[in-house]
Antibody, heavy 120, light 106 residues
Framework: QVQLVQSGAEVKKPGASVKVSCKASGYTFTSYDINWVRQATGQGLEWMGWMNPNSGNTGYAQKFQGRVTMTRNTSISTAYMELSSLRSEDTAVYYC?????????????WGQGTLVTVSS | SYVLTQPPSVSVAPGKTARITCGGN??????VHWYQQKPGQAPVLVIY???DRPSGIPERFSGSNSGNTATLTISRVEAGDEADYYC?????????FGGGTKLTVL
C-alpha cells in the first residue's frame, strides 16, 4: 500500500535551517510529484511547493522563494524539504503529499506530518 | 493571487445534509478538490475534480462547481464527519487553499 513516512519532530533556533524527509513506498516514486504543505497550530493549510522526483524540477510558492529547497534521492525513494533562515512563524506541522490529479494538482496520499518548532 | 473563501463554521444535526461552500472568482472554470482533516491527523482527499470520489470515500460525499461557488455536500451526516474541510484549486502553477470550514455535528 502507498505510504509516505516523514522524519521526526525538530526543534530549531531562529536563523537555523531544517531538512524534513519523506520516504515513499508502495508505488513508483518517480511517477508522481511530491507537494509540501504546512499548517501552523490552529491555522489552515498552506502550500509551499512541488517537486517532480523524476526530473528534479521544482516550483515554489512565492512566499518561500529563496528560503525553501526541495530535493530527492531516487535510490531510496525519498523526498526532502529544506527551509532556511527559520523564524518563529515557521513553527508548524509540515506535510508531504503525493500528487494525484493532472499535473499533481491534488494529493491522494499524505505523510503523517513533521512538527518543526522554532524557538530560542 | 487567487482567493478561495469558505465559511468558518457549519453546524448540522445527525442524519441531515451539510453543505460547505467555497467561493472564488469564476471558480466554475477550475477543478476543485476537497480535503477532510480531523484533529491531529493529516488531510484526506474526499472529492477531486469537482465531484469525483476517491476509493473508500462514502457516496454520502458529493461535490459540485459552477459560477463563483463550489459546494461540498455531505448527506446523512454522521458524528464521524465532524472535521475541518478545505477546498483547493490549482491556479497559475500553484495550489490555493480555502481558509477551511469546521463542520460541527450537533
Amino acid at each position: 500500500q502507498v505510504q509516505l513516512v516523514q522524519s521526526g519532530a525538530e526543534v530549531k533556533k531562529p536563523g537555523a535551517s531544517v531538512k524534513v524527509s519523506c520516504k515513499a513506498s508502495g508505488y513508483t516514486f518517480t511517477s508522481y510529484d511530491i507537494n509540501w504543505v504546512r499548517q501552523a497550530t490552529g491555522q489552515g493549510l498552506e502550500w509551499m511547493g512541488w517537486m517532480n522526483p523524476n526530473s528534479g524540477n521544482t516550483g515554489y510558492a512565492q512566499k518561500f522563494q529563496g528560503r525553501v529547497t526541495m530535493t530527492r534521492n531516487t535510490s531510496i525513494s525519498t523526498a526532502y524539504m529544506e527551509l532556511s533562515s527559520l523564524r518563529s512563524e515557521d513553527t508548524a506541522v509540515y506535510y508531504c503529499a503525493r500528487g494525484y490529479c493532472s499535473g499533481g494538482s491534488c494529493s491522494d496520499y499524505w505523510g503523517q506530518g513533521t512538527l518543526v518548532t522554532v524557538s530560542s | 493571487s487567487y482567493v478561495l473563501t469558505q465559511p468558518p463554521s457549519v453546524s448540522v444535526a445527525p442524519g441531515k445534509t451539510a453543505r460547505i461552500t467555497c467561493g472564488g472568482n469564476n471558480i466554475g472554470s477550475k477543478s476543485v478538490h476537497w480535503y477532510q482533516q480531523k484533529p491531529g491527523q493529516a488531510p484526506v482527499l474526499v472529492i477531486y475534480y469537482d465531484s469525483d470520489r476517491p476509493s473508500g470515500i462514502p457516496e454520502r460525499f458529493s461535490g459540485s462547481n459552477s459560477g463563483n461557488t463550489a459546494t461540498l455536500t455531505i448527506s446523512r451526516v454522521e458524528a464521524g464527519d465532524e472535521a475541518d474541510y478545505y477546498c483547493q484549486v490549482w491556479d497559475s502553477s500553484l495550489w490555493v487553499f480555502g481558509g477551511g470550514t469546521k463542520l460541527t455535528v450537533l
